[in-house]
């Protein structure tokens, strides 16, 4: 595999294979640094030799999943190399720092205790926020990014077969900008009726952004909208003063989204979009150093010419 896409890509890939995710992000960190394994580094037991010289001669900051404050206290208690943290007391570990570094300790020594994320597991909630390519005070600006973060947001119910029942819309300026006036506030409004209808959604984002919106002139850098109380498409549960959406009107609105879905995903993210999304506006991002997309992109591919 590792060949493969070399081959016909001409981008490095490293693979680690290990008993856990811990052995495996160090087996692949030691795969891209060192050219002898050819980007490829099984470890086949916790405790061989080979394993344990590895271990020995890792910092324990390069652990996975060790932060920088846990490796200065590790330091302290002179725990230097991935090896002294993986003979220490996991127990002791646990009572010093949590049990998410104890975990780390036990991966170390070969048990598996982070296991893989299953995506088939359905969001509590679904955010999608983005910092802006530069400052705006422009109401439309901010409308649009509004619009696109909400519509992105209903993709990504549907994907998961969920309703949501609220939402929750933020913005808020650059924090760090202290001489400009500051601002950071959101809302949460409740959506008619369970859905995962993108115009219902981008109707009541719009209703909660026209509340938050003040009217001083503040240049906003940061924008969200987070769908809540998400429940599975096939088993809504209604209270007493909650009408249900009507049948038809249900029936239209999955076949109004699934079209929507198809043409964004036969054609590219953004082909059919909620009101305008304009490329130039503050919102978008900015990709001036951006190297080229030669693997996705035909209009980027390079071009030859020959005299």
């Known amino acids: 595999m590792q060949r493969i896409v070399y081959k016909w890509t001409g981008?490095?890939?490293s693979v680690g294979v290990a008993p856990t995710r811990t052995l495996a992000k160090l087996a692949n960190r030691h795969a891209k640094q060192h050219t002898a394994t050819r980007g490829v580094l099984v470890i086949d037991s916790?405790?061989?030799?080979?394993?344990?010289?590895?271990?020995?001669?890792?910092p324990v900051g390069e652990v996975w999943g060790?932060?920088?404050?846990?490796?200065?206290?590790?330091?302290?208690?002179g725990i230097h190399t991935a090896l002294d943290l993986a003979r220490a007391n996991p127990k002791w570990i646990r009572r010093r720092f949590s049990v998410v570094v104890e975990r780390t300790v036990r991966e170390l020594t070969g048990i598996r205790c982070i296991?893989?994320?299953d995506d088939h597991d359905s969001k509590k909630m679904i955010l999608?926020?983005?910092?802006?390519?530069?400052m705006t005070a422009d109401r439309r600006e901010v409308e649009e990014a509004v619009r696109a973060h909400a519509?992105?947001?209903?993709?990504k119910l549907r994907r998961q077969h969920s309703l949501a029942c609220a939402l929750r819309v933020t913005v808020r300026t650059n924090r760090h900008m202290l001489h400009l006036p500051q601002?950071?506030?959101?809302?949460?409004l409740a959506l008619p009726f369970p859905t995962d209808n993108t115009f219902e959604i981008v109707r009541t984002a719009q209703k909660a952004l026209h509340r938050l919106w003040k009217d001083r002139g503040i240049r906003y850098q940061k924008c969200g909208v987070q769908l809540m109380d998400l429940i599975d498409v096939t088993g809504q549960q209604l209270d007493v003063f909650q009408p249900p959406q009507p049948a038809v009107e249900r029936d239209k609105s999955d076949r109004l989204m699934s079209a929507l879905d198809q043409l964004n995903a036969q054609y590219g993210r953004g082909t059919v979009t909620v009101g305008v999304q304009r490329p130039d506006a503050a919102w978008q991002l900015r990709s001036n150093h951006r190297s080229k997309?030669?693997?996705t992109r035909w209009e980027e591919l390079p071009t030859v010419r020959l005299q």
């Open 66 to 77: 060790i932060g920088g404050r846990v490796t200065t206290r590790l330091y302290e208690m």
């Open 128 to 134: 999608t926020s983005r910092s802006f390519g530069r």
């Open 151 to 155: 519509a992105r947001s209903a993709e």
């Open 183 to 188: 601002d950071h506030d959101s809302i949460t």
């Open 46 to 58: 916790a405790d061989s030799p080979d394993t344990l010289a590895l271990l020995e001669r890792t």
């Open 11 to 13: 981008i490095p890939v």
């Open 115 to 117: 296991h893989m994320n």
């Open 293 to 295: 997309r030669w693997s």
